[in-house]
């Protein structure tokens, strides 16, 4: 079997899944299943993989869309139209569809995962802005598409929507330079008590045709303040921050800057 028919099969066990928990009424379990969007998303825009012809990868960005879309749903962070179950299950076909160049079962236009705008302000409320300047690498020129997943959890659980940063393309000796602001999706006085924000470094494994999460980092309420901040980062990820080594014990670490925004 083939790499690729392998990746194929991969994605649709992680597919097949998430709908079995949407299905079953399991929607936290069924929302992580559903990031499977974002692997699909980073082979469409990834400029080192070319075993996919631009049909397919219109393909993958179309499926993509369909998975954001029933996790916004479920979240009920997005449009207040719901895209139901029913319809994501017609594409239970992937392999098919990919394979056999069958047609698309729905009209759907692919939409990339991008950064989220800022959110209206409210009066008394402050929002956080966040400036992912770089990071700390002994291999940094080494990592291939290398990006940023950013996300607000409690005891492991998603408060916000996820997001992604663009593909960090400035390599500095062991810096991998992203230079990208984030807008934090929830006011900072919503935010409950516990709750972390993680940054998790992830880059392309060509030969294994997969994302990995090199290390990740994170803040505690009480860090968030004015100005820059810098972060130690750790391996593996535990959003629960039970069991945490970090992966380096050289000086290098994430750079971040800070902005609130008060109303």
């Known amino acids: 079997m083939s790499d690729v028919n392998k990746t194929v099969q991969k994605w649709h ?4 899944k998430g709908t079995d928990f949407d299905s079953w009424g399991q929607l936290v379990e069924a929302i992580d299943e559903y990031q499977l969007a974002r692997q699909l998303q980073k082979e469409v825009q990834s400029t080192s993989s070319s075993d996919f012809t631009e049909d397919q990868k219109k393909t993958l960005g179309k499926i993509a869309t369909c998975l954001e879309m029933r996790s916004g749903s479920l979240q009920c962070t997005q449009s207040k139209e719901e895209f139901k179950l029913e319809e994501l299950k017609k594409l239970e076909t992937i392999q098919n569809i990919l394979t056999y160049n069958k047609e698309f ?18 009066p008394g409320m402050s929002l956080l802005t966040i400036k992912i300047e770089k990071i700390g690498l002994k291999d940094a020129g080494q990592c291939i598409d290398p990006y940023m997943t950013i996300s607000v959890k409690l005891n492991g659980v998603d408060l916000n929507p996820v997001q992604d940063t663009p593909v960090a393309t400035r390599k500095e000796d062991t810096y991998i330079h992203f230079s990208v602001d984030v807008e934090i999706q929830r006011h900072v ?6 709750a972390a924000i993680f940054f998790e470094f992830k880059h392309y494994k060509p030969k294994k045709r997969f994302t990995s999460t090199k290390c990740f980092a994170f803040m505690e309420m009480d860090e968030i303040k004015p100005g820059p901040i810098v972060i130690e980062y750790k391996k593996p990820t535990d959003f629960k921050r039970k069991k945490l080594q970090l992966l380096t014990k050289k000086q290098l670490y994430l750079h971040l800057h800070q902005t609130l925004h008060k109303d």
């Open 189 to 194: 006085e919503k935010l409950p008590k516990g």
């Open 13 to 16: 066990a992680s597919f097949k």
């Open 105 to 122: 079962p729905f009209d759907v236009q692919p939409v990339p995962l991008t950064l989220l705008p800022r959110l209206p302000s409210e």
